[in-house]
């Protein structure tokens, strides 16, 4: 198998795109999707200040590497969330990943201790709140996400949000019509209201198997399990079928996506309607000031609920 | 187990509707689903003629015992494919139910025999045409289904489509955005045009399962295996991922059809749109004279193009 690109020996084949590429053609590839996502979807420009939000894992290490490359100015924020030896050795790949670009293009990465803050770990926490595991971790993840972007005056947000991510949950929430959800699936979403920093995913373009090799190519480590708190979700079992189809017809996930980004952007006056629509529902939280569509905000909402559930000295440090 | 209804010994459990049944109940589940269907979608009255698509299978079988016990005048066809030893098992279970309930509701069983009228069976016909063989099945049964429907003044056709077959089609049609038969996967299609008869689908809120169960329960004698050119189709793809999803979330499929039912429903007027444009376009075939879009219709150009495969006396029956 010879690379379509330089003829020389291919070391990834690309069923969708019908090809087969060398490491350094294949890198080449990964870089054009990229630029190319992030220019079709006016992301940001190169002197934009970029946050990336970082989980240790192939696809937000990759991004922060692309966009690096690239000749981005990108800092990251790992939120270590507390789950034991999954996130402890998260927490080291994203170290040791972030010494080495501080080293090279003097970045910085941003650290958030959920275990410092809230004197104890996610599960722990969403089960004093009453929330299921993985929606606490979103809630705490968005609003630390936004609040250092706003706070160190972040142009914009990234997440490494790739194909796979984007087609399951476009898969979930059509299967249940989530028509509010639709309308805000694109990888650029507007920074809708003062206090909300604008959010992209540059990896929209590239599969979790493209990303996996270009990890692996390029010497990235990386968290290989997925989170334990995670097995039997939703989302993997969308991954699951997506997969499926993929394998019987290449290309499935993308005309999926894609198609339907396609369709959204023909619609343009419901995206300003929606930018519309949240500004006029926004306000701040008087709690801590992040915007919210209610009185408190739901990231102080929650952890007043788990405050309940402390001892005194661990609710004393809420 | 007991009967959610009647609370005597239950023989289905139906996860879906949180619900189990004995046999009696579940008749009068299966009952009522579809005069449910029959009438939230205007599918036909009490004096209307209909005639049923039957394949041998168990939806259609179950469609046509159905509509007689509840009080519908309803005929069935049976378009005979020429597949060997399938055709013939079908066939046999056609006829069968056809004698039953002809000898208790005086109802006509109409057969439309491929190989008399083509002097070959659907695969050799396709392989002469270089259509695929589902492709050119479904031309010859909509056309003969049609051609009957008109000629024997019946007010509308009714298919067995369940909520499996509507879920996969949709599913497919959506993974490809084909707005262009998204627009026409309603359970209801009205008479669009003079030559075309009105289409109904009364099967669309019962499962695959269900009907299984009901065929089963209810002694209706059907062919039970696949068709053997249908093994592998995307459409048996996206049964089975849908049903992998509906394992872990029972009412997955039902959520998804019905939703986008109700989603459709809303915009309205795109779908007498798609009735008017689709009038502005059809015009008699030059060669039959049902309705096409083209100068001659697909049916009729496919028998042609199959004609040049056939030797003399084969070419000159066609």
Not at 25 to 52: P, T, W, Y
Not at 165 to 193: F, T
Not at 269 to 275: D, E, G, Q
Request: overall charge positive; proline content about 3%; aromatic content about 8%.
């Amino acid at each position: 198998m010879n690379c379509t690109k330089c003829k020389t020996r291919a070391v990834i084949r690309l069923p969708r795109h019908n090809a087969a590429f060398c490491k350094n053609c294949f890198n080449g590839f990964v870089h054009d999707q990229v630029a190319r996502a992030i220019k079709s979807e006016k992301m940001f420009e190169k002197d934009d200040r970029i946050l990336i939000a970082v989980s240790g894992g192939k696809d937000s290490l990759a991004l922060w590497d692309i966009l690096l490359k690239l000749g981005y100015r990108a800092d990251a924020l790992y939120v270590n969330l507390g789950i034991g030896g999954y996130s402890e050795q998260s927490h080291a790949k994203v170290t040791k990943f972030g010494e080495v670009v501080s080293a090279s293009y003097g970045v910085t990465l941003h650290l958030h201790m959920l275990e410092q803050e809230a004197g104890t770990g996610i599960r722990e926490l969403a089960q004093f709140a009453h929330r299921p595991t993985c929606s606490a971790c979103g809630t705490i993840k968005r609003y630390q996400f936004n609040r250092v972007a706003i706070d160190k005056h972040y142009d914009v947000m990234a997440t490494g949000h790739n194909l796979d991510d984007e087609a399951a949950r476009l898969l979930g929430n059509i299967l249940h019509w989530q028509d509010e959800y639709l309308d805000k699936q694109g990888p650029s979403l507007p920074a809708s209201v003062e206090g909300f920093a604008k959010k992209v995913k540059p990896l929209y373009r590239l599969s979790e198997r493209e990303l996996a090799a270009y990890a692996v190519l390029n010497r990235i480590d990386y968290i290989v399990e997925e989170c334990p708190m995670a097995k039997g979700s939703k989302m993997l079992q969308y991954k699951e079928v997506l997969n499926r189809l993929e394998t019987e017809s290449p290309g499935t996930k993308q005309t999926f996506y894609w198609g339907f980004l396609e369709k959204q952007s023909k619609k343009q006056p419901s995206a300003t309607t929606m930018s519309e629509k949240d500004q006029a529902i926004l306000q701040p939280c008087s709690s801590c000031s992040q915007p919210t569509t209610a009185e408190v905000c739901s990231y102080c909402k929650m952890m007043a609920r788990a405050k309940g559930g402390f001892s005194g000295e661990q609710a004393a440090r809420l």
